[in-house]
């Protein structure tokens, strides 16, 4: 299995650029999860899709975050107009089910710079 | 609120040299508690997930415990290879589907030669 792919793998944009985050999740999985990882911050949920549908948005820092997932098997986080302070590293993470307990495949990240 | 704590922020050890880290949490219900490894450049690795009180794990030199409001990860004998942070999530009891992971801010380990 190829895992979960994020991409870009870095990505340095200047301040009030929008900005595109990919992932596709590992087959078969049912639920998919975007983090924020930073040095203060640590590791934060910014919102997770089960079956392709958006559960819990709460995370997401404001409107200038959005994420969709057309299909079972990609999805995006767009930062809309991106600043300085969303620098960071982005997870994508998939699980194989919407309930119950069950553990969650990271991906590679994507760091993003904006200067 | 659901928290989850870990210390020692960072921790130093000698090769062969065995330890524990901690992991300290409130949650209003346990689902389930997951270690994982994270690699500098990487995301986390899964490592473990434990459910409910008294549960061990071990992989290689690895062991989990869990007890009602803690689990620890001991390290026995370690290698510098098994550098890393690591970090400790929990997942809490609610209604509905969910299965939200609330993270720890982790320890970074370093195993020195």
């Known amino acids: 299995d190829a895992g979960v792919i994020q991409s870009p793998r870095h990505e340095v944009t200047e301040m009030g650029q929008e900005v595109t985050l990919r992932c596709k999740p590992i087959s078969g999985h049912n639920s998919l999860f975007w983090y924020r990882q930073t040095m203060m911050r640590g590791l934060e949920l910014l919102i997770y899709?089960?079956?392709?549908?958006?559960?819990?948005d709460s995370g997401m820092p404001e409107d200038r975050f959005s994420a969709k997932m057309p299909n079972a098997s990609f999805s995006t986080l767009k930062i809309q107009p991106s600043e300085p302070r969303d620098s960071a590293v982005y997870f994508c993470?998939?699980?194989?089910?919407?309930?119950?307990?069950?553990?969650?495949?990271f991906g590679p990240g994507t760091r993003l710079t904006v200067t | 609120e659901d928290q989850v704590t870990q210390s020692p922020e960072a921790l130093r050890l000698q090769e062969g040299e065995s330890s524990s880290l901690n992991c300290s949490y409130t949650v209003s219900g346990l689902r389930g508690l997951f270690w994982y490894r994270q690699d500098p450049g990487k995301g986390p690795e899964f490592l473990f997930t434990?459910?409910?009180a008294g549960e061990e794990k071990e992989k290689e030199r690895l062991k989990a415990t869990l007890t009602k409001k803690e689990s620890f990860l001991h390290i026995t004998a370690p290698k510098p290879e098994d550098s890393a942070t690591y970090l400790c999530a929990v997942q809490a009891m609610r209604g509905g589907a969910t299965n939200k992971l609330i993270f720890g801010t982790g320890t970074l380990l370093a195993v020195q030669p």
């Open positions: 993470a998939s699980s194989p089910g919407t309930s119950g307990s069950h553990e969650q495949y």
């Open positions: 434990l459910y409910s």
């Open positions: 899709f089960n079956n392709n549908v958006p559960i819990d």
